[in-house]
């Protein structure tokens, strides 16, 4: 077999993903089901003469990489819901302070200590607003290994690129499914570095002050420019300031560079919806069972299509809402109690179309939950 | 260079009250700074939230001011990542000891190259003046109106049992030994702590008949003494100034380069 064929989990090709995409630093703390990321990057890392550290709970792994990725560092941390809940604050400085880290949270199922070892896909919201005040997020997802890498590699890119916080929102079912993974060779998928002010030693930069393309380029702690960092309302120069022109412009700006890039971040496969009367959106491990019902009831004739998200934040609406045009009912196949079921029944022109399959008791939604409420849906009785 | 070209001073004036000891502390880190020779791109000072945190914000240094209680933890992020750098983390006895409390113990077993600074009033200021875990006990705070009956945290006992390889203790009124200590601090490889005993006049001396700076820092005069002194066998109730611990053990990133030589030997 080729050095670069594995047979691993999805929590080792994400690790892959991280350091193909240039992972030099990573904090961490043991939490089922994501410990084997740490695991791995505990000796992946020095190898590549990167840096792991396990700290001394979730809040200091999250600002410990927020100071690392100041260093000028590609940084991620990996947790797991009990665990995502103690990063939120952190996270929102990371939001606020501008600084590009990556989140990854296997999910379990909550809330609480809730169900460690077992599946769940309950902090779609919890990433979307888990950290306190108005602001945007990006999170993406995947339901197999080789996806999990893409999406890695991906999270990194966009980390940079729009300086943000990226959440990969995996599951248990992902997390620790065994499947093989192919490792692509270096520059086959693009990577985006960190972007340096071209500004030189003592000529005052400005680290707020996004170019014209709304990028804001760094300057590492350590370098020649000295600049002030703070999860505080903050001007051009990063001082603290309460002046509302201020405030508002800032409000925005963190909104605005997300939101009105959601489509340049939209990630997402489709499976047979040319012709789909019935369209079934999932994601994560859930859409596994939803391909499987897709390709099985195809080979019967039915006219079944998959919309799998990739990235769930920021919601694709306008992509679901094209997708689903002409479908007669919407299926939306996650196991939770209809996070993203909300979100499709506010992007098409007829919520009244839109069901739920889902699962909540902490095992994978099988293909027969699914084809059960199809057979609801069509009237034809469980 | 000039201890006013450490200062910037585009953020001025500060927040802190009339009589407040904190710009004392901020006066005696840019002098030690100054002595030690340092270049200002060298130097990363990480803060958290309350008073004593916006000391970051007015100084030209690399300066991170983060969430309450976290700064040791973010600046183990820029420490290990970039180990060249020379890291300050001034706290308040709240930020470093109650909410940080964590992160403050663990820094110091990992004994990794940081000068924490705790700039300990024994109260929380910027909130308006409840009792800190440095309040000990019969302190009247806002949250403590029948005063308190919690008992205090002494940061010497506490910074020399969690493993911190550099421990010291001054006040606002020594402020030449505030200055050398803070220099030994810097120059020290491995966690350092210097706890600086320093007047809140607007809550604490408020609230508790302590009076105004001047009578606040007398009583630090008063009621202090060098460690080992014959005064503090005379008077237990004296407050030791000086160094308590000063040891080489192995220093966290140093110990680290290790690993990776350990991990690439292996390849």
């Known amino acids: ?382 | 260079m000039a201890v006013k070209d450490f200062i910037r001073e585009r953020f001025f004036p500060h927040i802190w009250c009339a009589g407040c000891g904190h710009g004392i502390v901020l006066n005696s880190l840019l002098r030690a700074v100054e002595s030690l020779g340092m270049s200002k791109n060298e130097i990363v000072m990480v803060s958290g939230i309350g008073c004593s945190s916006r000391i970051s914000g007015y100084l030209d240094f690399h300066t991170l001011h983060t969430i309450h209680g976290r700064a040791l933890a973010f600046a183990t992020g820029v420490k290990l990542s970039r180990p060249e750098l020379n890291l300050i983390v001034p706290m308040g006895d709240g930020d470093a000891l109650a909410i940080g409390g964590n992160h403050f113990i663990h820094a110091a077993r990992r004994n990794i190259d940081i000068t924490a600074i705790v700039m300990n009033n024994r109260i929380y200021g910027m909130t308006g003046g409840q009792f800190s875990p440095l309040s000990g006990c019969g302190i009247m705070a806002t949250t403590a109106p029948y005063a308190t009956v919690d008992q205090g945290f002494d940061v010497v006992e506490l910074s020399r049992a969690a493993g911190a390889t550099f421990v010291a203790r001054s006040t606002t009124y020594h402020v030449q030994q505030l200055t050398k200590l803070l220099r030994e601090a810097i120059l020290h490889e491995g966690f350092s702590v210097v706890e600086v005993l320093t007047q809140c006049p607007t809550y604490f001396g408020r609230r508790n008949k302590q009076g105004g700076a001047v009578e606040m820092m007398n009583w630090f005069k008063d009621h202090t003494t060098p460690v080992g002194s014959k005064a503090k066998a005379e008077n237990p109730d004296l407050i030791e100034r000086g160094i308590f611990v000063q040891k080489d053990l192995p220093e966290y990133c140093k110990a680290y380069d290790q690993v990776i030589e350990r991990a690439q030997k292996g390849k």
């Open chain 1, 1 to 382: 077999m080729k050095s670069n064929v594995k047979f691993v989990q999805g929590n080792e090709a994400c690790v892959e993903g991280a350091i193909y995409a240039g992972l030099k630093f990573f904090a961490g703390y043991p939490i089922t089901p994501s410990t084997e990321i740490a695991e791995a990057l505990s000796a992946r890392l020095p190898q590549v003469g990167g840096k792991f550290i396990q700290m001394e709970d979730e809040i200091a792994s999250m600002c410990a990489i927020i100071g690392a990725s100041l260093t000028g560092h590609k940084v991620m941390t990996a947790t797991s819901g009990p665990g995502f809940s103690l990063k939120q604050e952190a996270l929102g400085y990371a939001v606020m302070a501008e600084i590009p880290c990556v989140v990854v949270n296997v999910q379990r199922g909550g809330p609480s200590t809730g169900n460690p070892t077992h599946v769940a896909q309950g902090d779609v919201m919890q990433a979307r607003w888990g950290t306190h005040g108005d602001h945007a997020i990006v999170a993406m997802t995947a339901s197999n290994h080789q996806d999990v890498f893409a999406v890695t590699v991906e999270a990194f890119n966009i980390a940079e690129t729009y300086r943000t916080p990226v959440v990969l929102l995996f599951d248990e079912v992902v997390g620790h499914m065994r499947e093989k993974l192919v490792i692509p060779a270096p520059g086959e998928i693009p990577l985006v570095e960190r972007l340096h002010t071209s500004v030189p030693g003592g000529v005052d930069y400005h680290p707020y002050l996004p170019r014209e393309d709304g990028r804001l380029p760094m300057s590492d702690f350590g370098g020649v420019h000295r600049y002030n960092v703070t999860g505080l309302f903050h001007d051009m120069w990063g001082f603290p300031s309460d002046n509302p022109g201020v405030v508002h412009g800032l409000l925005r700006h963190l909104v605005d560079k997300i939101e009105n890039n959601t489509y340049q971040m939209a990630r997402y496969k489709e499976f047979c919806l040319e012709d789909a009367d019935t369209v079934l959106v999932s994601y994560g491990s859930s859409a596994r069972s939803a391909l499987h019902v897709v390709r099985n009831r195809r080979a019967r004739g039915e006219r079944l299509g998959l919309l799998e998200l990739q990235t769930l934040w920021p919601f694709p609406a306008a992509i679901v809402r094209e997708k689903c045009a002409r479908a007669r009912s919407v299926v939306v196949v996650e196991m939770n109690t209809g996070q993203i079921m909300r979100e499709v029944k506010a992007a098409v022109s007829d919520p009244e179309r839109v069901f739920l399959a889902n699962r909540i008791d902490g095992t994978l939604i099988t293909p027969t939950d699914i084809r059960n409420i199809l057979r609801l849906i069509q009237g034809r009785g469980v």
